[in-house]
């Protein structure tokens, strides 16, 4: 079966530190890959995707097929950053969601 | 902006007893998902729908139905709840067809359900 994982469950960093979500995913083919920002008593929303190659926020991920990740970064966390991320993967009629990372930028 | 809503933010029932989770959204899509969320397992895709009274089972069914009579709504159901069914519970849609999540999916706020 296809997979997402996201090796961290929780990442702290200081606020103005550079940060990384990492995920990685188990697929052979062309995949869309997506990250899903949950922020505290709000609902998911999509953050970004790779097809668009955008900048959310602040945020970027660069889809690597040799190494099948699609890591979120930034460069300069703030503390409203803090929340849910999930990276989720889409095939095909398919899909699945990692099962997330908690981020929590410290003062 | 689209709006995805939930019936209830909050939920408690009795085991055995049967159990509506209903959700709306306004932008006219054409799919529609539910999906459980649980700490450390992420999002599970329990159903969806293309369109109106059609469905699909996702990665966990057993113990749901659901319906979709309306374009705009999508019910899940949980004919006799168990505690192991004590869960958030998530609604999205989107224009996309098929499960390919293409432009991203919009979801709800969220019905947390607890089971006793």
């Known amino acids: 079966a296809q997979r997402v994982t996201q090796p961290e469950k929780l990442l702290s960093v200081f606020k103005g530190a550079p940060v990384e979500l990492k995920c990685n995913y188990s697929?052979?083919?062309?995949?869309?890959l997506f990250w899903y920002v949950q922020y505290s008593r709000q609902r998911l929303q999509l953050l970004l995707r790779?097809?668009s190659r955008e900048s959310i926020k602040g945020f970027t991920a660069d889809l690597n097929k040799g190494e099948t990740s699609f890591h979120l970064k930034k460069p300069f966390a703030q503390e409203e950053d803090s929340a849910m991320y999930y990276c989720a993967l889409s095939y095909g009629q398919n899909f699945v969601f990692g099962p997330g990372t908690r981020l929590s930028v410290l003062p | 902006d689209v709006k995805v809503t939930q019936s209830s933010r909050y939920l408690v029932k009795r085991t055995g007893e049967k159990v509506f989770l209903e959700c709306v959204q306004d932008?006219?899509?054409?799919?529609m998902f539910w999906y459980r969320q649980d700490p450390g397992l992420g999002l599970r895709l329990i159903y969806f729908s293309y369109d109106v009274k059609m469905k699909e089972k996702g990665d966990i069914p057993e113990g749901y139905s659901v319906s979709r009579e309306k374009k705009e709504r999508f019910s899940l159901i949980l004919e006799s709840a168990s505690t192991n069914q004590t869960s958030m519970y998530l609604c999205?849609?989107?224009?996309?067809?098929?499960?390919?999540?293409?432009?991203?999916?919009?979801f709800g706020p969220g019905t947390r359900l607890t089971v006793l």
């Open positions: 999205a849609s989107s224009l996309t067809s098929g499960r390919t999540m293409g432009n991203g999916q919009f």
């Open positions: 932008m006219d899509h054409e799919n």
């Open positions: 790779h097809i």
């Open positions: 697929y052979s083919g062309s995949p869309e």
